[in-house]
């Protein structure tokens, strides 16, 4: 994948342990706000999208811890697409200091409607997606 979306943020005392570095459960919300942004830099939001009964879920998550990150450093939170279909979005997804990737999490995606069934995205948002690769 070529193209990437990148979110940025600072630690904060409430995002860290007793030790000063993040608490693990911590990565999946930076995760969850990169992949919000990466949705509404395409011109879409979830309300938008549950609007039409549709939403995106997380099916999998599979997270790398390589090095903690600390209280106050600055991240990057990078996404990166690297697979889609009509129903399905796999995400490359890492919190980075500098250019030092820190975690690194495989994400995958479902689309589905309000009972929880497979649904096809929106054509327009499918296409936004693949724009992304």
Request: aromatic share 12%; charged share 30%; net charge positive.
């Amino acid at each position: 994948m070529d193209k990437a979306f990148t979110y940025k943020t600072k630690i904060y005392y409430e995002d860290t342990d007793a030790g000063g570095i993040v608490y693990y459960a911590n990565y999946l919300k930076y995760f969850e706000r990169a992949r919000t942004e990466m949705i509404y830099s395409l011109g879409y939001d979830h309300k938008k999208l549950n609007q039409s009964d549709v939403y995106i879920v997380v099916r999998s998550c599979h997270t790398d811890y390589e090095k903690p990150v600390k209280f106050e450093e600055e991240v990057s939170v990078v996404t990166k697409l690297s697979k889609i279909s009509p129903v399905r979005i796999n995400l490359i997804q890492s919190v980075n200091v500098n250019s030092e990737v820190r975690v690194i999490a495989n994400v995958e995606l479902a689309v589905i409607d309000q009972s929880g069934k497979p649904k096809k995205m929106p054509e327009d948002l499918y296409k936004s997606f693949k724009s992304c690769i």
